[in-house]
T-cell receptor
Framework: AQSVAQPEDQVNVAEGNPLTVKCTYS??????LFWYVQYPNRGLQFLLK??????LVKGSYGFEAEFNKSQTSFHLKKPSALVSDSALYFC?????????????FGGGTRLMVKP | NAGVMQNPRHLVRRRGQEARLRCSPM?????VYWYRQLPEEGLKFMVY????????ESGMPKERFSAEFPKEGPSILRIQQVVRGDSAAYFC??????????????FGQGTRLTVV
């Protein structure tokens, strides 16, 4: 079984400040990890993924995420937040060892960036 | 290369009617996934299909819901005898076969089903 936890329903940050959106996961084997963003009344847009190699992954719009195997975490970060970053963010996991191949999503974190 | 296309974008059905949601995956993608999103909630996996095969339907309700991905044409999610609790956004995603489980899934804009 695989699962994802996003412990914060909402994160508030001032424009220009760094932001972190937390994600922890649980898989029986090794994970593939993903971050997506959803704007109102839209589908999910892919931001970045961790497959293998460097634990720090860089993605779209200046976002990055750090894979930490010992803490089973994959937190999303950005050095300087923009108002336009305000959206719903989803972390997702896929267990490499499982042939089912579907992504399991966390419950989502709403990011509010205030001017 | 067009993205994942879902139609209709909005669908209103009366209780007891049938709802048919369509999804055309990205060109070259043979894996299709359906997810359901209730208001202010995350995405719940429903079903994973490849051409003419249901690979994993562990997230599908046992009754009234069915899905197919025929050799030709779009994938269809069918909900029979809809009830108010079926009101949600239904998202389709696709991924290519070449990268397997390494690939991200590409999502459509969703179909927002309202049951009145």
């Amino acid at each position: 079984a695989q699962s994802v936890a996003q412990p914060e329903d909402q994160v508030n940050v001032a424009e220009g400040n760094p932001l972190t959106v937390k994600c922890t996961y649980s898989v029986s084997g090794n994970p593939y990890l993903f971050w997506y963003v959803q704007y109102p009344n839209r589908g999910l847009q892919f931001l970045l993924k961790y497959i293998t190699g460097d634990n720090l992954v860089k993605g779209s719009y200046g976002f990055e995420a750090e894979f930490n195997k010992s803490q089973t975490s994959f937190h999303l970060k950005k050095p300087s937040a923009l108002v336009s970053d305000s959206a719903l963010y989803f972390c997702a996991v896929r267990d490499r060892a499982w042939a089912g191949n579907m992504l399991t999503f966390g419950g989502g974190t709403r990011l509010m960036v205030k001017p | 290369n067009a993205g994942v296309m879902q139609n209709p974008r909005h669908l209103v059905r009366r209780r007891g009617q049938e709802a048919r949601l369509r999804c055309s995956p990205m060109k070259g993608h043979s894996h299709v996934y359906w997810y359901r999103q209730l208001p202010e909630e995350g995405l719940k996996f429903m079903v994973y299909l490849q051409k003419e095969n249901i690979i994993d339907e562990s997230g599908m309700p046992k009754e009234r819901f069915s899905a197919e991905f025929p050799k030709e044409g779009p994938s269809i999610l069918r909900i029979q005898q809809v009830v108010r609790g079926d009101s949600a956004a239904y998202f389709c995603a696709s991924s290519p076969p070449a990268l397997g489980s390494r690939s991200e899934a590409f999502f459509g804009q969703g179909t927002r089903l309202t049951v009145v």
